[in-house]
């Protein structure tokens, strides 16, 4: 099989005009949805899955915090071994992702990076000479690089948070050394009826303050917030407090 030639976004609108058929790919999946490395760690490993029926070609790469970041402008302080590799049909790859990094990151708190594949399908016999465009797909990990020494327990994040209603926001101090992670985040009254949904529940780093906007004012008294903490594994923990 042949593998797809990788095509930048910005030539999609054009090349698009010309073409008859579009396909979208994102089969290989990766084990888990955040990676811990701990300070001193010689590699974590990270497992890839692909349970299509074809094979795909993987680039690997980190990055600081840079969202539309390539493996050309990687700078993230992490290489990946193998960087590229095939992933047969019904098949999985291992990859070592090894901290490379010189500059001093904090001894107090955690810092985060991220971890980006992208996916380069293959192409069918029968589509050989077809003109078609597939829109690949790049897909994002956090990496939390956790130094040695901290006191704290990451199990313990959700009681180093508090949250006070400001106006058309709610701002959330995190006290923690590690980052707080959410899921869905709600205003409820004290009966568990919901006021207010969210939208806007963004990760709050560790020993700082952010803000999440609202849609709108909200002018009740006593009032709580629900909301789901994301741990170590991917899981989405429930949590109830009062809105100060």
């Not at 990788?6 to 089969?27: D, E, G, H, P, R």
């Not at 708190?109 to 594949?117: A, C, D, T």
Request: hydrophobic residues 40%; charged residues 20%.
């Amino acid at each position: 099989m042949k593998f797809l030639t990788y095509l930048k976004t910005n030539q999609f609108v054009c090349i698009t005009l010309l073409l008859l058929s579009i396909n979208c790919y994102a089969s290989v999946v990766v084990t888990g949805n955040r990676i811990i490395y701990p300070e001193g760690a010689r590699e974590r490993m990270v497992q890839f899955s692909n349970p299509d029926d074809a094979p795909y070609m993987i680039q690997v790469w980190t990055d600081i915090n840079t969202p539309d970041s390539t493996a050309e402008t990687a700078d993230g302080p992490f290489v990946a071994t193998p960087q590229m590799f095939r992933v047969s049909a019904k098949s999985g790859q291992v990859v070592r992702l090894t901290y490379i990094g010189k500059k001093p990151l904090p001894k107090d708190k955690e810092s985060v990076f991220y971890f980006n594949f992208l996916q380069i399908p293959s192409l069918k016999q029968s589509d050989d000479g077809k003109n078609k465009l597939a829109l690949l797909i790049t897909s994002r990990l956090k990496i939390f690089y956790r130094p040695n020494g901290l006191t704290s327990s990451p199990d313990k994040v959700a009681d180093s948070l508090s949250f006070r209603l400001s106006d058309n926001s709610v701002e959330v101090t995190n006290d923690s050394a590690y980052h707080a992670s959410f899921g869905q985040a709600k205003i409820v009254d004290g009966q568990d009826n919901v006021i207010m949904v969210i939208p806007t529940a963004q990760m709050i780093a560790p020993k700082s303050k952010g803000k999440w906007s609202l849609p709108k004012s909200v002018q009740q008294n006593g009032l709580f917030i629900n909301y789901e903490l994301i741990n170590d594994y991917g899981i989405a923990e429930a949590h109830k407090v009062k809105l100060n």
